[in-house]
């Protein structure tokens, strides 16, 4: 039976483990690509950095590839196999897949780049990961948004703990992992072996039909959190149409980024905590990773932005005690939901409030962190311990800026993408292009070694440069035919992009390296594009 | 009022309000002077578009069994003895028919016929004084 | 003779036109050249198997699809064009109860009502009381038939022009659509007000609607009000004098079966038409009857 799961994994997964590899080495291709032409140390400091980042990126998206191969467990819940048969089988096939696949990247970038990526470390992460990602799946339904954040837990721990092994918990990484100690190893097979557990137990339950029973202060917080809410609820009327679609565009989807950081936040301050408790916390080291969190927020906006698109937690009849991984099955990223497109609302009205709320959504989220930030940063000073340096001297007007208007343009785009309801499509086109150019990188690497591929970037970007500026140009004339913008808009655009343009010039004048001229550009122009495509995206997929 | 819609026998539903409506007003059921419910209420009741109960109500006010007043509602006419005797007539008559097509099919005659309905009724009649009797 | 709704119908113009609409989805055809018309007031019925086009038939009306030939007019208007003239008129009921779970009965009432100025507070009370919801109730945790309940009154509560349905019944139980086609036939005590409504329950189908359209492989095979498709639709058994192997064709038929000298038509025409076609082949009618709705539509779609 193990052999035929095995067998039928990998078959059922001929597109998708292969499709996933690449997908997940991209970033990273991509980016030591773009480095290769500069000489570097493996051993600095940043490219340490870089290795921490990309290594649960890599593996989240293998292990993506490798569910996709898999399918779920609920398609053998009526099978004569036992439940924790069917975990260890899934857990431990899924693992050593992944595993291999981690092994395979890691001796890629160090046969293309020379990166130095160790190899074992990274292997016993990958297995630990998996087994913490199947209580993500396994555990969380989608009635709470909670339940989600709980099951995570064990994946977060595990990310932790991986941190700590580049240095303490909560500082930036210092050195790379390479002696894998005895004691690493056995925290590791212990924390293994009690996710499998915990699995199971989850799993068990699934197939009875049952409700986890969360802890009660679980349910104690999500009663009390209804009963406040439900004081709250608004029995007045909204004011306007206006009112009622953004009330529901934050309810829906706007409060996913704030949560989010504000969640980040707790787990922060918890490691913080335990760092303090065991005598190695570092007011230097807490204070960048406080600022580093700023930086994240683009990430954050990432996923903040998709959800956009993405009817995440569905407005389907009977998706009650679904699991998270079956609701993932059926993410409906297709057409605007029927109820939604029956309500008299015009696509600009749709359009401003789904602006709207990504905006204060934003807002929301960097109020938060700033907030944290602020109060940290008067903790120290009122301890007369502030660091030597409160912001990195290079970048640091740029790094606010970024950490302001950085977040709206990565949400607003990536709620262009969901928006349109080809969301697929319309990735698969960006990674294929992304692909295309690792191609080239890969093919350049083996043919024309001398070659500078400092050029090849250069080419790509001034080519990006050009064709985002004849997007963002057809998408305002679009817009405003279809009446989208009025023209005083259209002005304010116009306006908008020209000083984006003459303030990239400013900033890379300050810059030695003129290759940031149209990574400047692109990212101005990327802000104010949005508000011409984000309504010809819903009109696109209001009417098929 | 217990009226039935079957949408299984293809008679169309106007009509098997009409027929059961009329049967109850001639075997007395339905008495002279009273309200037929609204249009409204009976469809829905009966889960029936309106204007099919409206239809029938027309068919029967048209047959001089149901009067529109003036206070906007239908009652059942007070019909003397002729209007009353002519719709029995008319049922039985319907009823008698159907007997004959089919004793026609199976050809058994007039009289072997009227024999049998005798016998029948005199079985029917005994069997109902044993009923009065034991009450 | 016409009756009072008929009269009233052929006053106004028609609610629904349609002409001429095509729609094809990669290489399977959902809609060939389809031709409707919908008059005001009444109940009009949908009906046709599962994948003959109904659901994307009436997507086009909401304006959810955009015509790829032929032209979707909705008071006079198009629904891609002013959705939201035409979408303030109508209320939408849809096949899979589409309804954001995560809002309680009473937000999802005031959300929509925000949207159309002529929702009816008091209305929408009364329905809500009627259907026994609770307005602190999340919209996740209500089962089948109540959530059915709570699109409908959400569509019912502004008292739009015209509500459309799609396939109101499916998967509920009989209590349930027993209170849905009760709001329904409420709903068309208003004067001028449509309903269209899709469904392969066509015992409902035939209790309710005053007009259906049978729509089969994206064709509309047949339109015509309920009395019509009941005057012109009979069923013969007719005997002849000697047995025959295949019986005679009857001017109008659609099916015949039987064996030996007795044979049962199916036959498209009237009443006294079919039965001086049955003496002009030299049968004797046995017996005639009405086909129900059921058979109606089997006996077309089978063609």
């Not at chain 2, 109960?53 to 529109?68: F, H, N, Q, S, T």
């Not at chain 2, 002519?86 to 007997?99: A, G, N, P, V």
Request: net charge positive; hydrophobic share 50%.
């Amino acid at each position: 039976m193990p052999q035929a799961l095995l067998w039928e994994t990998l078959r059922h997964g001929r597109w998708s483990l292969p499709g996933c590899f690449l997908l997940g080495n991209l970033l990273p291709l991509f980016i030591y690509g773009a480095l290769s032409g500069f000489p570097f140390n493996a051993r600095d400091r940043e490219f340490v950095v870089l290795q921490f980042a990309f290594l649960p990126i890599i593996v989240l998206q293998f292990a993506g590839g490798i569910i996709v191969a898999q399918g779920p467990m609920s398609r053998l819940y009526s099978a004569p196999i036992s439940t924790p048969s069917i975990v260890a089988w899934h857990t431990l096939s899924g693992a050593a897949i992944l595993v291999a696949e981690t092994i395979a990247a890691a001796w890629l970038y160090n046969s293309l780049f020379h990166v130095g990526w160790p190899i074992f470390g990274p292997a016993l992460f990958a297995a630990t990961f998996w087994s913490a990602f199947q209580i993500l799946l396994s555990g969380s339904n989608q009635r709470s948004l909670l339940s989600v954040f709980l099951a995570g837990l064990p994946v977060a721990i595990v990310c932790l703990w991986l941190g700590s092994r580049y240095g303490s918990f909560i500082s930036p990484p210092k050195y790379y992992w390479t002696k894998v100690s005895i004691a690493d190893f056995v925290t590791l097979a212990s924390l293994f072996l009690s996710f499998y557990a915990l699995t199971t137990y989850c799993v068990s339950k699934a197939r009875c039909g049952e409700r986890i029973p969360t802890l009660g202060v679980l349910n104690w917080m999500s009663r009390n959190w209804d009963a406040i809410a439900l004081r709250n609820a608004r029995p007045r009327r909204f004011r306007s149409s206006a009112h009622a679609q953004f009330w529901y565009e934050w309810r829906m989807k706007g409060i996913v980024m704030p949560i989010l950081m504000a969640f980040l936040l707790v787990l922060v301050t918890i490691a913080g905590l335990v760092e303090w408790i065991a005598g190695r916390f570092t007011s230097d080291g807490f204070y960048e990773i406080v600022r580093m969190l700023g930086a994240l927020l683009p990430l954050l906006a990432l996923g903040g932005g998709l959800r956009f698109g993405f009817d995440l937690l569905g407005s389907q009849a009977g998706q009650r005690e679904k699991q998270f991984v079956d609701v993932i099955a059926e993410i409906q990223i297709d057409a605007l939901d029927s109820f939604q497109s029956s309500l008299p609302m015009t696509t600009f009205a749709r359009a401003s409030a789904i602006m709207t709320t990504i905006a204060l959504s934003c807002l929301a989220a960097l109020c938060l962190w700033f907030a944290y930030y602020l109060v940290f940063l008067a903790l120290l000073w009122i301890n007369n311990c502030l660091p030597n340096s409160i912001l990195p001297i290079k970048n640091g007007s740029l790094y606010f800026l970024l950490t302001i208007i950085g977040p709206w343009t990565v949400a607003a785009n990536t709620a262009v993408i969901g928006l349109s309801g080809r969301a697929a499509k319309i990735l698969f086109s960006i990674i294929g292009l992304l692909a295309g150019v690792v191609v080239l990188l890969v093919l350049k690497l083996a043919f024309l070694p001398d070659f500078s591929s400092l050029y090849l970037y250069r080419g790509c970007l001034w080519c990006g440069a050009v064709l985002t500026v004849m997007a963002t140009i057809w998408a305002f004339e679009r817009a405003r035919r279809h009446g989208f913008l009025t023209f005083r808009s259209l002005q304010y655009a116009a306006l908008a992009s020209c000083g984006a343009m003459v303030l990239s010039m400013l900033i890379t004048s300050v810059r030695e390296s003129v290759d940031a001229y149209p990574l400047v550009l692109v990212a101005a122009l990327l802000t104010v594009l949005p508000f011409a495509s984000i309504p010809l995206s819903i009109a696109w997929n209001r009417h098929r | 009022m217990q009226i039935h819609i079957s949408t299984s026998d293809g008679v169309p539903i106007y009509q098997q309000i009409v027929n059961q409506i009329r049967y109850l007003v001639a075997s007395g059921r339905l008495k002279a002077g009273e309200e037929l419910p609204p249009i409204r209420s009976l469809a829905e009741k009966l889960v029936v578009n309106p204007n099919t109960i409206a239809r029938a109500y027309r068919e029967l006010e048209i047959a001089g069994i149901v009067e529109k007043r003036r206070t906007a509602g239908t009652y059942v006419s007070d019909q003397g003895s002729p209007l009353a005797r002519r719709e029995r007539t008319k049922i039985l008559s319907d009823r008698i028919d159907q007997l004959l097509a089919e004793a026609g099919h199976m050809n058994v005659s007039l009289e072997d016929l009227i024999k049998l309905m005798q016998q029948r009724f005199r079985v029917i009649h005994t069997s109902r004084q044993q009923d009065v009797n034991d009450v | 003779m016409l009756t009072m709704s008929e009269k009233f119908l052929s006053a106004t113009p028609p609610i629904l036109e349609i002409d001429g609409l095509s729609r094809r989805f990669d290489s399977k055809i959902a809609l060939d050249n389809l031709s409707l018309t919908v008059p005001r007031g009444g109940v009009f019925g949908l009906i046709g198997g599962n994948g003959a086009g109904k659901t994307t038939l009436l997507r086009h009306i909401l304006g959810m699809l955009k015509a790829q030939s032929g032209t979707v007019r909705i008071f006079g208007l198009d629904p891609v064009v002013s959705p939201v003239g035409v979408l303030g008129r109508i209320g939408y009921l849809s096949e899979d109860r589409n309804l954001p779970n995560w809002m309680r009965v009473q937000e999802l009432m005031r959300y929509t009502q925000a949207f159309y100025p002529g929702w009816d507070e008091v209305y929408a009370e009364e329905l809500r009381t009627a259907f026994d919801l609770d307005p602190k109730a999340k919209v996740r945790n209500l089962s089948r038939g109540q959530r059915a309940r709570m699109g409908l009154l959400v569509a019912l509560a502004y008292r739009p022009d015209l509500l459309v349905l799609d396939e109101p019944s499916s998967g509920l139980d009989p209590v349930v659509r027993r209170d849905i086609l009760g709001a329904i036939i409420r709903t068309i005590g208003e004067e001028g007000h449509t309903v269209l409504f899709s469904s392969h329950l066509l015992d409902e189908v035939e209790r309710v609607a005053d007009r259906i359209a049978i729509i089969h492989q994206g064709k509309i095979i047949l339109a015509a009000s309920m009395d019509e498709i009941k005057e012109t639709h009979r069923r013969l058994t007719l005997r002849f004098e000697r047995s025959v192997t295949q019986p005679p064709k009857l001017v109008g038929e659609l099916t015949h079966e039987g064996s030996g000298s007795e044979w049962t038509y199916v036959c498209n025409g009237e009443s006294e038409q079919l039965r001086s076609a049955a003496s002009a082949i030299g049968a004797i009618v046995v017996s005639e009857s009405a086909l129900t709705l059921d058979e109606v539509f089997v006996t077309r779609v089978s063609l």
